[in-house]
């Protein structure tokens, strides 16, 4: 009989779920749309899911079930549909015909399963051309389902992932003992079902196992470690990687065998420390520690061994795991590390230098050796106690600021490099001590910022006060030079000063011959002929003979006069001439020998004129021929005058010997000014003399060095000092004996700076 109740209850859900599908008469797209994809449908698919079951091929257990529906209930057809997302699949499918026989799954949206899962209840439908729910489905005609008979197929608690059903191709009254008879068959489904799953997670469980227990091995069984676990007493071994036997010496067999056998190994004075740390695993607390162990073969192993408890969830320790590793490499580093300290402190202290580590950030002392803090005359633990204090306690005050930029620039020093320094200490006694000191970057912070410095000083107090001595002397040694020099240019003056002499002497020679000899006794006589006939002049003149031939004496005698007087003033004026000249050459001398250092500025060809004037007459008297070509760009000079008319006299003056000492009848001196580059002028001299042997080149400018008989070496001595002072160069270039020789000074246009 139909269960009217049922069916009625089940329609009337139908019409109360979904009243707009009822007005239209429930068209097929319509009924998909009782599912939505909510919180609660995921996890429906999701369990779906993880039961394995989708698109899987038909299995016994199954399609027994759906067999035993058909037949107990009379159906031709009897399903075990699993209601995906947007399909059903057919697990089992006992009387299914056609196209959806072969794949085994419909549309969701023609399932009359669906309906069971979405109400989580059975379906009874005697005929469903007249059901108020199904009658528009698609299924009626494309599946022939008139009559429906289903029940939820449910999984993993309350998730309904399907329908056990039967149906029909004609109406068929379903009756309650049908309904009660495919639920015990459903629930047997559920029950293969649930089977299905659990052996599916254990069988994930004990892959997840597998892959767990495989990665420990590899990871175990290939580090260099050795890993283990024994019980909480230790006498039962659980696991002991293959390290064992590389690191102990002994086969892991043997440590199964006997569990206690580790500790055998261990040599005895590090014995009962060792057993002592395992106690504290088994007595719940952790361990690290490290011991000695003694090989078969009878070498020593460091070992660092760390232990620790393993509970359950009830706090009861089950085992006792650990991981020992060999250390031996690395404790002999230890020991050569400290071996090494032991012997860099051994240097440090015993080094005659001062040693130290400064604290760029916080301006302290880290260290410093003995020989410093005795350097100083304050100890070593003083020197840490001044703490931010110390380089205002111990550097001289003017050198402070010096210091500060001295540390700033480490900011940006790299490691490699060794910066000089050289300032004054103030000793414990109040003495002031002049240091120099090497230092370089030591530490630096994680990003990078110089921490600490190292340096090394040497107390160069006793150099320093050298270097005074040495300037001093050199000091000394240049006034020497420099007078010497004087002395040498003044001798040049002297001889040129008795050339011009010897001229004037010969000028006032002549003059003096010539009015000696001039025809004064005649204008006697005639004065006295004038003074006896004053009376009566013109009878004497037309009368007297002697009036007669007094005009034409007169005449001839003037004319001799004349021609005496022209030569008189000749004389006179080479005479002038003569001495103006040895004005001019006393005045250069008197400039020349005023106090040097007074900076001029000049046009180069003042002075090289000057020089060569101080050597014209020697010139002349030698026949010496003198060329002078300067170059019209050069700028003007500021420049020593003194300095260099002393270098360019010394230089023509030297020239001129050259070409005395060499014989020639062609003997010339050329003077070349020019511009060399953008800062600096070139002036050479050059001469066509006797030359200057290779091995004398590098020793002509020696104090005392000379090849002349007559020299003693002053002059291109202080020539060359004088350049140096004046930040010039003095250079010498000869091809060789016979072959003349050419002395170059290069001149800065502009002052050298202190």
């Known amino acids: 009989m139909t269960d009217e109740t049922t069916l009625s ?13 009822e007005a ?9 749309s009782i599912f939505d994809v909510n919180g609660a449908e995921i996890e429906r698919l999701a369990a779906l899911q993880r039961t394995g079951l989708l698109d899987t091929p038909h299995e016994e257990a199954f399609d027994r079930l759906t067999r035993l529906a058909a037949r107990l209930l009379g159906a031709p057809v009897a399903l ?45 439908i005697e005929d469903a051309r007249e059901h108020p729910l199904m009658r528009g489905s698609q299924a009626i005609h494309e599946l022939n389902v008139v009559a429906y008979l289903g029940v939820p197929i449910v999984a993993e608690g309350s998730n309904v992932i399907g329908a056990l059903c039967v149906n029909d191709s004609k109406p068929h009254a379903w009756t309650q003992e049908d309904v ?12 293969e079902i649930t089977l299905r799953v659990k052996a599916r997670e254990q069988e994930t469980s004990l892959g997840a196992l597998r892959e767990s227990e495989l990665r420990f091995r590899e990871l175990t069984e290939n580090i260099k470690q050795v890993f283990w676990m024994v019980s909480p007493n230790g006498e039962v071994l659980s696991y002991i990687s293959p390290a064992y036997e590389q690191i102990w010496g002994r086969t892991c067999a043997s440590l199964h065998a006997e569990p206690l056998s580790w500790l055998d190994a261990i040599v005895a004075e590090d014995r009962p420390a060792a057993a002592a740390d395992f106690g504290k695993a088994a007595s719940g607390k952790a361990y690290d520690a490290e011991y000695r162990i003694a090989r078969p073969d009878g070498s020593l192993r460091w070992i660092h061994d760390r232990g620790f408890p393993v509970r359950d969830p009830d706090g009861k320790i089950v085992r006792l795991c650990g991981i020992a590793e060999d250390i031996n490499e690395r404790k002999r580093a230890e020991n050569a590390l400290r071996e090494s300290q032991r012997f860099a402190e051994s240097i440090a202290e015993n080094s005659t230098s001062i040693i130290y580590l400064f604290d760029l950030e916080t301006g302290r002392s880290v260290y410093t050796n003995r020989n410093a803090a005795e350097s100083l005359g304050y100890s070593q633990a003083q020197i840490l106690e001044m703490g931010d204090n110390l380089l205002s306690t111990i550097i001289h005050p003017e050198d402070l600021p010096q210091m500060a930029r001295h540390l700033a620039q480490f900011a940006e020093t790299p490691d490699t490099r060794v910066v000089d320094f050289e300032y004054r200490m ?10 120099w000191g090497r230092d370089t970057v030591f530490k630096r912070r994680p990003n990078g910022a110089a921490w600490q410095i190292l340096g090394t000083a040497q107390d160069i107090t006793e150099r320093k006060q050298a270097e005074a001595a040495l300037d001093k002397a050199h000091r000394e040694l240049i006034d020497a030079s420099r007078q010497a020099g004087m002395a040498e240019v003044a001798t040049s003056v002297l001889h040129n000063v008795g050339n011009v002499l010897n001229s004037v002497n010969t000028s006032l020679s002549i003059a003096t011959g010539k009015v000696s000899q001039l025809k004064t006794d005649g204008l006697v006589r005639i004065a006295a002929l004038l003074t006896q006939h004053a009376d009566n002049l013109p009878a004497f003149f037309a009368e007297d003979p002697q009036g007669d031939r007094l005009p034409k004496f007169l005449t001839q005698l003037a004319g001799h006069f004349a021609i005496e007087r022209q030569m008189v003033l000749g004389e006179l004026d080479s005479l002038r001439g003569n001495v103006e000249h040895i004005n001019e050459i006393v005045a250069m001398q008197q400039s020349f020998a005023g106090a040097g250092g007074v900076m001029e500025t000049l046009q180069l060809a003042e002075v090289i004129g000057d020089a060569l004037r101080m050597n014209a007459s020697a010139f002349e008297r030698h026949g010496t021929h003198v060329e002078c070509e300067l170059d019209p760009a050069l700028p003007p ?18 020239a001129k010997h050259a070409c005395d000492d060499s014989g020639s009848s062609d003997k010339r001196v050329t003077v070349r000014a020019l511009l060399n580059g953008s800062d600096r002028a070139q002036v050479s001299v050059s001469d066509n003399g006797i030359g ?10 020696e104090h005392g060095f000379t090849t ?23 250079s010498v270039q000869s091809d060789g004996p016979g072959r003349g020789a050419t002395f170059t000074i290069e001149l800065p246009l502009s002052p050298k700076t202190p």
């Open 692 to 701: 200057i042997p290779p091995e004398n080149l590098t020793r002509i400018f």
């Open 637 to 654: 000079l500021t420049i020593d005058r003194n300095k260099l008319l002393l270098i360019l006299v010394n230089l023509i003056r030297n």
């Open 180 to 191: 009660r008879t495919l639920q015990e068959l459903s629930e047997i489904a559920m029950s």
């Open 80 to 124: 075990l549909s699993l209601v995906d997302h947007d399909r059903q699949f057919f697990k089992s499918a006992t009387g299914l015909e056609g196209a959806h026989a072969a794949v085994r799954e419909t549309p969701r949206s023609i399932s009359f399963c669906q309906h069971v899962v979405a109400r989580r209840a059975p379906l009874i």
């Open 426 to 435: 103030r000793h414990a006694s109040g003495d002031t001590r002049w240091i």
């Open 9 to 21: 209850a089940i329609a009337n859900d139908e019409k109360d779920a979904c009243p707009k599908r």
């Open 24 to 32: 239209a008469r429930c068209a097929p797209s319509e009924v998909v």
């Open 708 to 730: 002349r008989k007559s020299g003693h070496g002053f002059g291109l001595h202080s020539s060359a000092l004088a350049a140096s002072e004046m930040g010039s160069a003095l």
